[in-house]
């Protein structure tokens, strides 16, 4: 049985995973490291606060290594100038919408670990992403979101 392929992300998502991931193991674990030895070293540790505070920070970074470490195997890069299709909306496409209103919006679609709302990336899995995935130019989506139905066309697709 041929496994499921992983979860889509951009080349600069990966790299921003593997940036955290480094910076977590080579600079602030070993910090923190030397922290819980010196703090060790003074004797009772039950009343330590840098002991005590070290060993907690050393959990979550260990946490949060296991974390990256697993979806950078886990994710499958993919390049969004690579898409063969550049006039329909897939993975990496910044996209134009316009409502009823002629309200604008830009999106991109990105991987779930690298959405940003704030600056318009939207992940994969979100309700915008699955509507206007596979809209051409003219097309009309609906998306459900709290408030209820919205409809959007699509104005404009891009691939950086």
Same mark, same amino acid.
């Given at each position: 049985m041929a496994s499921k392929p992983g979860p889509p992300i951009t080349p600069k998502g990966m790299a921003a995973l593997k940036a955290?991931?480094?910076h977590l193991l080579g600079k602030e674990r070993p910090e923190i490291v030397e922290i819980v030895s010196w703090a060790a070293g003074n004797g009772d540790r039950s009343e330590n606060g840098d002991y005590l505070y070290g060993r907690k920070r050393m959990r979550e970074i260990d946490r949060e290594l296991g974390y990256l470490s697993r979806r950078m195997k886990a994710?499958? *890069?993919v390049d969004p100038s690579e898409q063969p299709n550049k006039a329909r909306v897939f993975f990496g496409a910044r996209v134009e919408l316009a409502d009823e209103d002629d309200e604008r919006m830009t999106v991109q679609i990105v991987g779930d670990d690298e959405q940003d709302a704030g600056t318009g990336r939207v992940g994969w899995s979100s309700p915008i992403a699955k509507?206007?995935?596979g809209a051409s130019i003219g097309d009309l989506r609906t998306v459900r979101l709290p408030g209820?139905?919205?409809?959007?066309? *699509?104005m404009a697709v891009h691939y950086d």
């Open positions: 955290r991931y480094d994710c499958r *890069v509507a206007i995935k209820g139905l919205k409809e959007w066309e *699509v």
